[in-house]
């Protein structure tokens, strides 16, 4: 059974209604997991007056990377099926996001998923919950855990207080 951490965001509407929503249909989808405190943090990769409200989430399973990840984004389109962008392709706000940000430590690249996240170490607003969920994981190619990656962070980078992912 692979270890499955994923990354769950909402920056309109009822953001904790949302983010409880999603925590409920994962579970349906996927059994027992654990969840992280909530990170509010400002946007990442567009501007916004919204704060997003992030929490992390894991939970084990036996799906290929690619049946987790179509199974999220269709909890993802019963919570809310407008796109994660505008017309033109850049990120705007969002009821719900849903992030894998690892499982086990499997490297993927492919154009539908890229594991693990290819910026997670730059996100304080995943870090934070991954450290408190995952504190002895380590990356698969940088070797860093998630408190070693937020040691590295700039004072002004996504500050804990966001959401984005798959391509």
């Known amino acids: 059974m692979a270890f499955v951490m994923i990354n769950i965001g909402s920056n309109l509407g009822n953001r904790r209604l949302n983010l409880s929503r999603a925590m409920r249909m994962i579970g349906e989808e996927f059994g027992a997991f654990e969840i992280s405190h909530v990170v509010e943090s400002a946007p990442s990769g567009f501007d916004s007056t919204n704060s997003f409200l992030n929490l992390g989430m894991a939970f084990h399973s036996e799906l290929s990377p690619l049946k987790i990840l ?3 984004q269709g ?3 019963k919570i809310s099926p407008a796109s994660h962008r505008d017309s033109e392709g850049r990120y705007i706000d969002r009821e719900i996001d849903i992030d ?3 499982i086990d430590s499997e490297i993927i690249d492919t154009p539908e998923l890229t594991l693990p996240h290819p910026r997670m170490a730059e996100r304080d607003f995943v870090l934070v919950p991954m450290e408190e969920l995952a504190p002895g994981w ?3 190619v940088t070797g860093l855990t998630p408190t070693e990656m ?3 962070l700039a ?3 996504d500050k804990s207080d966001g959401g984005e992912n798959q391509k």
């Open 100 to 102: 894998i940000i690892a």
């Open 70 to 72: 179509r199974k999220l």
């Open 138 to 140: 380590t990356h698969p």
């Open 155 to 157: 004072p002004d980078s």
């Open 75 to 77: 909890i993802e389109k």
């Open 150 to 152: 937020l040691g590295m």
